[in-house]
């Protein structure tokens, strides 16, 4: 009898680690409640969306992924409490992308906890958090990001914004954390050195995801006589911002990381900002690129929503492509195939994960939303209105240097 309850009180340990070797669990670490979780749930749904592709096709290595969502409520502290949950969990790979902040506290803490559990690693790969010190100052073995990072971003903005006639008097506002803080002072820099006639008439930053009313912020960009805005906004303090900015009647340009955020093409719309809202990124929408274009329609088919995420469709596809390389789940295993891996992504071209600080190159896109032609098809949240592309910027010239100097195992 004794002999019979000591076995049966392990069965459901034992039961969990044998369904764990039979999926490969990645944990999903951003906001599912408070003001982030408009696009937390997004990413969510995209890379169960993804998770569904990879099964549909055998898995990884013939086991299914399941996505295991867990809320950090965009809070770095939350965060680790998630990570070490998921850890605990059998989980061995963590994605996460709303927020630099919870990215560098994320970064440390797996780097620590893989120094001190040798033989149990855990990798993180990074799909949106852009802070470029990650790539950089803070660079880890253990962390891979597929977002273009801060200063590359700027860089490709910049470069088109030289030759923008039309900007003169420029205003910032950002959130105030890492990120914003990086979009404030790339763009001063890179402004001084490619376009130093251009006036900044404003340098704002607002707590993150806290302001509900930005009727005061406009005033600010309206009263400062600015004729273009730079900012890094995203989720709802892009949509909230844009808001104020229609019922103010506020006129500029604006050149932005995330207006295609949820929200977003629907404030430019109700702001009557035809094609003076512009967007940089790793892919959009109307490219006209075959794949994507099956892709886009078929996971507008599941949810109402656009792709707003292609670096994660390159995230999950390269794991895949890199285990199978590996022919190995392992971790340690995992992140040498994907060093320096060349990759076809999304809305086509080559991509590569540079060997040297984990940073994913790519070709990028400089688009406007607006009214739409028979070239554009697609249309963002009902809108009517659609991406249009007005620059691409092929890989090797979004490549920036790095001061990453990578302690690997």
Same mark, same amino acid.
């Given at each position: ?13 034992? *039961? ?42 055998? *898995? ?8 295991? &969502? ?98 003169? #008097? ?48 406009? !005033? ?76 886009? #329609? ?49 809305? =086509? =071209?080559? =991509? ?17 939303? *607006? ?19 007005? !620059? ?8 920036? &240097? ?8």
């Amino acid at each position: 009898m004794r002999h019979w309850m000591l076995v049966a009180a392990f069965l459901p340990i034992f *039961g969990g680690a044998a369904f764990a070797q039979e999926t490969v669990k990645i944990g999903y670490i951003d906001p599912l409640s408070g003001g982030g979780a408009s696009v937390g749930e997004v990413g969510l749904k995209t890379f169960q969306f993804l998770a569904d592709e990879l099964n549909a096709k055998g *898995g990884i290595l013939g086991k299914k992924v399941e996505i295991v &969502p867990l809320d950090n409520k965009t809070n770095p502290q939350e965060s680790l409490i998630q990570a070490q949950k998921a850890i605990d969990a059998g989980v061995r790979y963590i994605t996460q992308g709303n927020g630099s902040s919870v990215a560098g506290a994320l970064t440390d803490f797996i780097t620590k906890y893989n120094e001190r559990n040798p033989g149990k690693e855990v990798l993180y790969f990074n799909y949106a958090a852009v802070d470029p010190i990650l790539t950089n100052e803070k660079c880890s073995y253990w962390h891979f990001r597929w977002d273009a990072n801060s200063d590359i971003k700027m860089e490709a903005l910049t470069n088109y914004m030289k030759s923008a006639s039309s900007v003169k #008097k420029l205003y910032l506002i950002n959130q105030d954390y890492s990120f914003g803080e990086s979009v404030r002072k790339s763009a001063r820099s890179m402004l001084k050195a490619k376009r130093p006639d251009i006036e900044i008439v404003g340098d704002e930053v607002h707590p993150l995801l806290k302001i509900t009313d930005f009727a005061p912020y406009i !005033a600010k960009i309206k009263a400062s006589g600015a004729d273009s805005v730079i900012t890094g906004n995203w989720g709802q303090d892009f949509a909230l911002l844009l808001k104020a900015a229609a019922d103010a009647g506020l006129k500029v340009n604006w050149y932005t990381y995330y207006a295609g955020g949820t929200g977003g093409p629907t404030a430019v719309k109700q702001a009557n900002l035809n094609h003076q809202v512009f967007v940089i990124g790793e892919g959009i929408p109307n490219l006209g690129y075959a794949p994507a274009d099956t892709f886009e #329609k078929a996971i507008r088919a599941k949810y109402d929503f656009s792709l707003f995420y292609p670096r994660a469709v390159n995230e999950m596809r390269m794991f895949a492509a890199a285990a199978e390389k590996a022919k190995s789940l392992d971790p340690v295993k995992v992140a040498a195939a994907l060093e320096g891996m060349e990759f076809e992504v999304y809305d =086509g =071209g080559k =991509g590569n994960m540079r060997k040297d600080d984990h940073q994913f190159f790519q070709p990028m896109y400089i688009a406007s939303f *607006g009214e739409r032609t028979e070239k554009e098809p697609f249309d963002e949240e009902k809108t009517g209105w659609g991406w249009k592309l007005a !620059a691409k910027i092929e890989t090797d010239q979004t490549v920036l &240097p790095t001061t990453c100097k990578m302690d690997r195992p």
